[in-house]
């Protein structure tokens, strides 16, 4: 069982960056995929970034070019910097780990971070 905590979150202003941490309490190596996730009051939890095992990252289009997502595996810490920040990027964002083993779907998540972005 692995915990994840996040932390870095905050409230900015418009234009402003904020860098988000996962901390896992074990090895992060060995998971399939890493990402954050994000949800805003009313709306559906949203990927934002993910990273695979072999060092892929893709990125929900209203975050490319201002987000960028990392992985420390010595530190087993994921982090999120977020650039250029807008107040529609406000929500709870969520940290992720990913495993698939023999069929099974297995995921983790962190309690969230909240993210406040003011015009």
């Known amino acids: 069982q692995v915990q994840l905590v996040e932390s870095g979150g905050g409230l900015v202003q418009a234009g402003g960056s904020l860098r988000l941490s996962c901390a896992a309490s074990?090895?992060?190596?060995?998971?399939?995929?890493l990402g954050w996730y994000r949800q805003a009051p009313g709306k559906q939890r949203e990927l934002v970034a993910l990273v695979t095992s072999g060092a892929e990252t893709n990125y929900v289009d209203s975050v490319k070019g201002r987000f960028i997502i990392s992985r420390d595996n010595a530190k087993n810490t994921l982090y999120l910097q977020m650039n250029s920040l807008k107040p529609e990027d406000t929500a709870v964002y969520y940290c992720?780990?990913?495993?698939?083993?023999?069929?099974?779907?297995?995921?983790?998540w962190g309690q969230g971070t909240q993210v406040t972005v003011s015009s």
């Open positions: 992720n780990a990913f495993l698939l083993r023999y069929g099974r779907k297995i995921d983790y």
């Open positions: 074990g090895s992060i190596v060995s998971f399939d995929s």
